[in-house]
């Protein structure tokens, strides 16, 4: 297979290298078009442009496979802890029992807040959104953690700390919006299990741990782990390439994942299946309406810029879905509309020509509801759950050589050179 590809640009022709990846992708090598040609490339929204090359996750969404260090997503579905995922996607393998061990103590011993930080909460408006919340909230970190003189101890603690607190800063965030005590983390308990235990214990009610709900938990966070350069982690890691820390690079990745055709997408979903539930029309008025030119209504939780099939983390999490509502006994019309969304829009051309099917968000919001997670808080359940990818990727782009500043160009198509004209002359 050929390694150069040519390039032919008015009577000059110029070579430049194919690049390609362990799973044999392949990609020209621009990194020198503008110097030698004086031209740049132009792909609005990035569909086309590999950004780095990375050792983390490999995507295939034509083939619909996900794998996190080359293990594929379902095995560790199947059998992992999302701390040990965590673990395996910021150090690149899965730890030994005694590495695991002491990534968990490390967690437990992060997983407090500094006291002050709860004044914060109490400033922010009523209706604020709990991501603009957290963004800022995990901005803050730095402020009450200061940098380590040690670049590696740095880096570590952070991680750990990052991991942890956040997930107690998510917990604290909704107890206080409710007016409520917070709870404190108990190091007795695992990662999922504590965060219910943050969120909905209570001094009227204890919270009685169901194995069912952290098992479900753990999926659902292994789930969202990573997936490449998408939007948020594409932010961590071009704000981290200005050499911020890490702690505002995350911030940054919170609040691009906030959007709804991004991490916004579960809670958009489930405001969309009531709006079909309110509104008293059937899901094909619906689905008529996605496919019209003329209007913007998209069906949410369908459709992703790399699977072009089903999204494997859709399958695993609609079973576990499944599951959840079974064991809350909870019977929730969203769902049969979910279920005749989703059999109407795999059954039409305009979808099926698209490629578009359900992703991620489809399920997860009415598996998040059935736990009791209020909608607004989906997205920061997402957060958490991303947060393991975020880090791994700003650590790789640290440790690589040649990962540079991030500054694309672009094609001016504003006014040529015009001369300012005084305030008093413009009329
Ligand atoms: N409903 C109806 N039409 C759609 C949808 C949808 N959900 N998604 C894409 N299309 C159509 C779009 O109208 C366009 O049609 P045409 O070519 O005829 O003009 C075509 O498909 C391509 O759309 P695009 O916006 O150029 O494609 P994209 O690759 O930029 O879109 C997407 C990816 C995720 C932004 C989009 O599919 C979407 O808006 N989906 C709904 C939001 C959503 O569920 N987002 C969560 C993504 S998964 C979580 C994550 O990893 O972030």
Redesign the pocket.
Known sequence: MSKTVKLTIDDATYEFPIVEGSQGERAIDISTLRQRTGMITLDV?Y?NTGSCTSRITFMDGERGILRYRGIPVEQLAQHSSFVETAYLLIFGSLPTQRELTRFSVLLNDASLVHEDMKVFYQNFPRASHPMGILSAMVNALRSFYPELQDVEEEVDVTVTRLLSKVRTLAAMSYKISRGHTVVYPRPDLSYCANFLNMMFNSPVKPYVIDDEMVAALNVFWILHAD?EQ??STSTVRMVGSGRVNLYASISAGIAALWG????G?NQ?VIEMLQDIAASGRSPRHYIER??D?NDSF????????VYKTYDPRARIIKGTCDRVLAKQRIVDPLLDIAHEVEELALKDDYFLE?H?YP???FYSGIMLRAMGIPTNMFTVMFAIGRLPGWIAQWKESMDDNEWKLCRPRQIYTGPPQIDYVPVKSRG
Not at 298 to 305: C, S
């Open positions: 929204g569909a997936h998408n939007c709804p055709l991004h991490g997408a958009a996605a496919k030119r998209r069906l949410m939780g369908f459709g992703h810029r698209h578009l992703n991620v968000d």
